[in-house]
């Protein structure tokens, strides 16, 4: 019971924060369900929900009555949060401080019902979603797995229409589909309905049967498993392959920021994931890249004129020169020492590229603009779904080279490294060399994402290479799992994907994102898809256990 | 002697200490350049000096709360400069309301005081919620992990800052007694910089002492230097990591008010620079030091101002107040060329870093 | 398996629609009422939204730039009471980062949704320069309330890809000209100064401030620049006392423009300096940064002595909706960005028999590049064939203590070159 008003009041805290910063507001422009039900009043409700769950499920002992109980207890706090809040608001101008306490965010917290009746609504609708919440939480886990899934697909349909809406009118005869479920804001209720249905029942199968369908494909002859993985493999191909014509040029496009990101991933892996150099400036290589390829071939600087294949070895050779030079002062350091250094750098050749001093060479803060788009035959390679081959051929490249290093003799010396420098020198390990190639390799793996990126973009500007991409790749390798190649695809999928999907919500993205940051690492310190040795030291308790269950995983996907 | 010399100097030693000489050679080159052209008198070295000073203060107060947070826990703590924007701008609807009510222009020293304990509180409150909920559950996880969810704890804090207070610049009201001039003789000084730099010379030197001399700056330090064994001498760590992220918030949120005074804007995004810059300053003077900070602070604020003129003026380079931050950052790396551990702080980082 | 094949076959089913499917486009065209367009026709049905979609820098540290444009345009919805002929008003933001990838991952999203009528945007003339061309390819027209780089509009630098691109906001070649002749002339100032934040915005001007200034005769003294970030502007300023200018232009944007104007007075040799400042810093989020010492301060701006008033109420309008004053300088220019395009889109919409709305493409951009003597609240907008719309008359304010106190920006221009 205490827990649960502590649980209660963390979210009564959590809504009114939600309310003031402006969320609530924002969000209830947009329906989730057209005339039904608002982003901001689902927002309001799925804390509400969570909180509950969370209360309830807290219950020692899990008496049902008590269960109940405590969820009803937590909701109530809840609603009573927002009360306070409409309350308060009544009797002072709140807006003087908090500029979003605005007279349309009570309209909205008390349902356009007046003031007296709105607190009572709340109240009364805390309590009912509690209730909800602690029969969710007495309910049979596939019943309970279930419905969060199926209203998790009604709700995400609703918040990416924009984005499903065009997709899927690109799909020939299954556009149909678009008039049926989406109205001009909002899905409509009978698609709602429709899609919580197919849902629930798809889902429900697959939690019956999925089990036998697995071990069915388990039990096959040896041979057929492989015919069979090998059909997998073929399709996935297929799959990378027509993806831009599935997807369409929005989500093309994202694929290729994603690809761009996966590049300059798989390099930082190598820096601090496989050798532990922290490098927050990492982002200087990009530019070397970038900037590279933009003097080399832009004629509104006129200096070479070289095709982009012909500046692209340039840029990476360019981004091994800097990695080693900026690698040599930086040898005897350590720890934070190395990461400032490296941030140093990042900032350094962004000033650098600004610079009214260098101008006349790098174009200053007027950019250099015209750069090459690179040519395979006649076709010019430059809309996303065209670009999107070109990444893809360069991450397959980059990723099977550090795939191949992981396991060579450099890459046991990275680790070395990584794990005590002291030992690995006393075994014979050449710090210099080892460190200055981790550098080198990262930075040309780098600077090819950045030739890459100059030639997309056919501009380069100063302001794209700033401290906040360097951190950004660092963000994502370590939620991908440090030192993990697929960990690399995975973290830029969750920090870089789903950003730019939700760019409409612009004002919030980054309140999200920094939310999303600390939650993944509270609950998945490893990361997302760690490396099997990570994910063994910090469980070493229980490393049996994990162990079987990473190789079931690995075999599942 | 000369055989052992070259054989324990490796080729990249060579080039790091060209590389050494070559800045040095620069900095040298310039600043005869510039001094030689007779551009500037004595009294403007004496500006640039003050400036610099009074600058290098607030990065040096916001320098002590990263450098004890890495002391007590080995992590850089990137949200600190979210808990430096915090406190300035919520005293600021403080400020206002004395400003509007003419309270400010009254009692100038008493509002002072109540918009500095205002700012205190509302950073130290912010450093205890991160410290409780996005730091203690990690403690025993791989360094890099805490690092993340302070960065993302920094996003969320300066967009809920901004949701709260919207995007907009506010203007911390004048205090009037702080306005004006001292002359001594052809040098100048303002009256703010003097405040801000004796406010910031005191509440260092009384920080200094508490850690050194107090019992609980003591288990502190005994916390920082081991952990386990401190806790078998009977030392709470639990309290000891809460204290230290008090006295970082309360260091942080006199820093933002100091900052206040003397630049009168206060924003959302305004923690960012001035926390980066303040976590090399750590950097600089050792991190885990607590003079350390104090000096890199000094050391980044004369830099910025002073440089620029004094290094890059005399070669001819247009614009050299762009450059600033690269030249502190090419000093940063010429320091740690000959000190890989900072400027004072050897033993400790070898050892833990 | 069999199970796994009919998965196999469901999940191959889009691509083969997609392959023998015809193109979305020749669809379109099916209905008996017909209009024709070389771009494209967005059919609006009865009951459905006209889609407008802003791609503004909503994040980040130039995040109260395109936050100030975005309620520009919401304002306008507003005043429109939300409906263009008879149907209602969807607005869409994206957030482009003031950066060129940002931009063109935006324009991108725009491009991909047949939906979008017009576009409001770009915020900087950087995410112009990739973002425009692709939302051309797709039809969109846009319009730029805060891009100011005069290569945007320069015939000789700008191709066909940029055919829908057109401004409300001021080339910068205008406005850097006219401050160097107001300095040379009416102040008779003989050296000058000149400080830039690295943008793209304040680089140019100051740059077309000196190149004019120069060729008029005046001496430069120095050419400086600055973080946008920078707080302590006093090193930089001491540095140019020493070359002794009577006058100093700062192009820059409110936070290190404020900076720069509270300090300057500090810095000893320039106390009786001539102050200047673009539109960039002429708004009342500037004055409350500056407080005090923006007295005497001159700004270059557009003439808008004959629509005060209509700016006076949209000051209050957004003063009641955001709980704050306008936090950057561009809104009016958004709210005229806005207007001017539902104006367009009455001009250029057809309605069918349906009672749909036709709106052709290329009907809708000629229909905007059209616009002639449009009252709007940065002046008289006429565009040229370039798309530069601002109205070239372009004066000088001067600040005076009235105007700090009661943070309304002063009604009658000081000086004009015309």
């Given amino acids: 019971m205490k827990q649960a008003i502590k649980i209660g009041l963390i979210g009564g805290v959590v809504e009114v924060l939600l309310s003031l910063i402006g969320m609530i507001e924002a969000f209830s422009q947009r329906d989730i369900i057209s005339h039904i039900i608002s982003m901001g009043h689902t927002l309001l409700l799925l804390v509400v929900l969570f909180i509950g769950y969370l209360a309830a499920k807290g219950t020692p002992g899990r008496k049902p009555s008590w269960v109940l109980i405590n969820g009803l207890t937590s909701g109530l706090m809840v609603g009573g949060g927002l009360a306070l809040l409409v309350t308060m608001g009544g009797m002072m101008n709140l807006r003087k401080v908090f500029i979003n306490a605005s007279p349309l965010l009570y309209k909205l917290l008390t349902f356009d019902q007046g003031r007296n009746e709105g607190i009572l609504l709340l109240l009364g609708g805390g309590v009912l979603s509690g209730l909800l919440a602690g029969l969710l939480s007495l309910a049979p886990s596939i019943l309970r797995r279930v419905l969060i899934v199926s209203l998790g697909s009604v709700v995400g349909a609703g918040v990416l229409q924009d984005l499903l809406r065009p997709t899927v009118a690109l799909w020939g005869s299954l556009a149909v589909v678009n008039e049926w479920l989406f109205s001009s804001n909002g899905l409509t209720s009978h698609g709602a309905i429709g899609l919580f249905a197919l849902v629930t029942a798809s889902s429900a199968f697959w939690a019956k049967k999925g089990n036998v369908i697995r071990s069915g494909l388990k039990s096959l002859p040896p041979a057929r498993q492989r015919a069979l993985k090998i059909t997998a493999l073929l399709l996935l191909i297929a799959l990378l392959l027509g993806l831009p014509q599935l997807l369409g040029l929005f989500l093309s496009e994202v694929l290729t920021i994603i690809g761009l990101y996966v590049l300059l991933g798989l390099g930082l892996n190598i820096v601090v994931g496989f050798a532990g150099l922290l490098d927050l400036g990492y982002v200087a290589f990009f530019a070397i890249g970038a900037y590279t390829t933009g003097v080399l071939t832009s004629p509104e600087l006129g200096f070479f004129n070289l095709s982009f294949w012909g500046a692209l070895p340039f840029a990476i050779f360019m981004g091994v020169l800097s990695g080693v030079l900026l690698g040599v002062p930086v040898l005897k350091m350590r720890g934070d020492y190395l990461a400032i250094a490296t941030l140093g750098f990042g900032e350094i050749i962004r000033i650098l590229v600004l610079s009214d001093f260098l101008r006349p060479w790098l174009g200053g803060a007027q950019g250099i603009g015209k750069i090459a788009k690179a040519h395979i035959g006649s076709m010019e390679l430059a809309t996303p779904q065209q670009i999107y081959y070109l990444i893809l051929a360069g991450c397959l490249l980059v990723g099977f080279i550090s795939w191949r290093l992981r396991d060579s003799r450099l890459g046991r010396a990275w680790m070395a490294v990584r794990e005590d420098e002291d030992v690995a020198q006393a075994m014979g390990i050449n710090l210099s060399s080892t460190k200055l190639l981790a550098f080198a390799t990262g930075a040309a793996f780098s600077a090819l994402s950045g030739a890459i990126f100059a030639s997309k973009l056919g501009s380069v500007y100063p302001h794209s290479f700033n401290v906040m991409i360097s951190i950004n790749i660092l963000c994502l390798i370590i939620v991908g799992g440090m030192g993990s190649i697929p960990g690399v695809l995975v973290g830029a999928f969750a920090l870089v994907g789903l950003p730019e999907l939700l760019r409409e919500f612009a004002d919030y993205r980054l309140l999200v994102y920094g939310a999303a940051l600390v939650a993944m690492m509270l609950l998945r310190p490893e990361g997302l898809w760690p490396e099997a040795l990570r994910r063994r030291e910090l469980h070493e308790g229980e490393s049996t256990k994990t162990e079987s269950v990473s190789g079931s995983e690995s075999k599942s996907t | ?353 | 398996m069999k199970r796994l094949l009919i998965l196999l076959f469901i999940l191959t089913l889009p691509v083969v629609h997609f392959v023998m499917s015809p193109s979305p486009a020749s669809a379109q065209g099916k209905s008996a009422f017909k209009v024709e367009d070389p771009m494209g026709v967005v059919r609006v049905k009865p009951g459905e939204p006209i889609h407008i979609a802003c791609w503004f820098v909503v994040a980040g540290p130039d995040a109260s730039l395109g936050t100030d444009t975005k309620r520009g345009v919401e304002i306008a919805i507003d005043d429109k009471g939300g409906k263009v002929l008879g149907l209602p008003i969807k607005l869409t933001l994206q957030d482009t980062g003031c950066n060129a990838e940002g931009g063109q991952a935006a324009a991108t999203k725009l491009a991909a949704d047949p939906t979008i009528v017009a576009a409001i945007g770009s915020s900087c003339s950087s995410e112009a320069r990739p973002g425009v061309p692709i939302l051309w390819k797709a039809g969109i027209a846009t319009v730029s309330p805060s891009g100011t780089s005069p290569d945007l509009t320069d015939p000789t630098k700008r191709g066909r890809e940029f055919d829908g691109f057109l401004r409300t906001a001021h080339n910068d070649n205008v406005q850097g000209a006219v401050a160097a002749e107001f300095a040379w002339k009416q102040l008779k100032a003989k050296r000058a100064a000149t400080i830039h934040d690295g943008s793209i915005y304040a680089e140019k001007l100051q740059a077309i401030f000196s190149e004019t200034f120069k060729k008029l005769g005046g001496t430069i003294t120095s050419q400086e620049a600055v973080a946008p970030t920078d707080t302590d502007m006093r090193p930089v300023l001491t540095k140019i006392a020493t070359g002794k200018p009577e006058f100093i232009y700062y192009p820059v944007f409110i936070a290190a423009g404020g900076h720069i104007t509270r300090q300057v007075k500090e810095v000893r040799g320039l106390e009786k300096v001539a102050l200047m400042g673009a539109d960039g810093i002429f708004s009342p989020d500037f004055y409350k940064a500056a407080g005090e010492a923006a007295v005497g301060m001159y700004h270059s701006s557009p003439d808008f002595s004959a629509f005060g008033a209509g700016y006076k109420t949209f000051v209050e309008k957004h003063q009641k909706k955001y709980g704050e004053k306008p936090i950057a300088p561009f809104h009016a220019h958004a709210y005229d960005a806005a207007m001017m395009i539902f104006a367009a889109i009455e001009k250029a919409a057809k309605k069918g028999p349906d009672g749909s709305l036709y709106i052709g493409r290329r009907a809708l951009r000629d229909a905007l590049y059209a616009t002639k003597n449009f009252k709007g609240l940065t002046g008289n907008l006429t565009c040229d064939k370039q798309g530069d719309c601002a109205d070239p008359r372009i004066a000088i304010y001067k600040t005076s203590a009235e105007n700090i106190k009661s943070l309304v920006l002063p009604d009658k221009p000081f000086w004009k070159p015309y």
């Fill in chain 2, 1 to 353: 002697m000369w055989k052992r010399l070259r054989e324990r100097t490796t080729p990249t030693d060579v080039v790091m200490w060209l590389i050494g000489a070559a800045i040095l050679v620069l900095v040298i080159w310039g600043s005869t350049a510039t001094l030689s052209g007779g551009k500037y008198s004595s009294s403007h070295w004496f500006d640039f000096v003050v400036f610099g000073l009074a600058q290098g203060s607030i990065y040096a107060l916001i320098a002590m709360g990263y450098t004890m947070v890495y002391g007590i826990l080995r992590m850089i703590n990137f949200a600190h400069s979210e808990v430096f924007m915090s406190g300035p701008y919520t005293a600021y609807y403080v400020a206002a309301a004395f400003y509007s009510s003419g309270f400010l222009d009254r009692q100038p020293i008493l509002s002072l005081i109540i918009i500095f304990l205002v700012s205190m509180a509302t950073s130290t409150v912010i450093a205890l919620l991160l410290e409780r909920i996005a730091y203690r559950p990690l403690r025993t996880a791989p360094r890099l992990v805490p690092l993340i969810t302070a960065i993302g704890a920094s996003f969320f804090l300066q967009y809920t800052f901004r949701g709260l207070y919207g995007s907009g610049f506010q203007a911390y009201p004048v205090v009037k007694i702080l306005e004006g001039e001292w002359m001594f003789g052809e040098f100048r000084i303002l009256k703010f910089q003097a405040v801000v730099i004796v406010a910031a010379a005191l509440l260092m030197a009384g920080l200094y002492t508490f850690i050194q001399r107090t019992r609980i700056g003591k288990a502190i330090r005994s916390v920082s230097e081991d952990k386990e064994a401190s806790s078998l001498m009977g030392i709470d760590v639990d309290r000891m990591i809460v204290t230290t992220f008090v006295i970082g918030g309360m260091a942080a949120g006199a820093a933002g008010v100091l900052y206040a005074v003397m630049f009168k804007q206060v924003h959302f995004f305004m923690g960012f620079v001035p926390g980066i810059k303040a976590f090399t300053a750590a950097v600089l003077g050792g991190i885990g030091n607590i003079p350390g900070a104090m000096l890199g602070g000094i050391f980044l604020g004369l830099i910025e101002s002073v440089g620029p003129t004094l290094f890059l003026d005399g070669l001819g380079i247009v614009a050299p107040y762009q450059l600033k931050d690269a030249i502190a950052f090419i000093l940063l790396v010429l320091v740690l060329i000959f000190r890989p551990t900072g400027i004072l702080g050897e033993r400790v980082a070898i050892k833990k870093a």
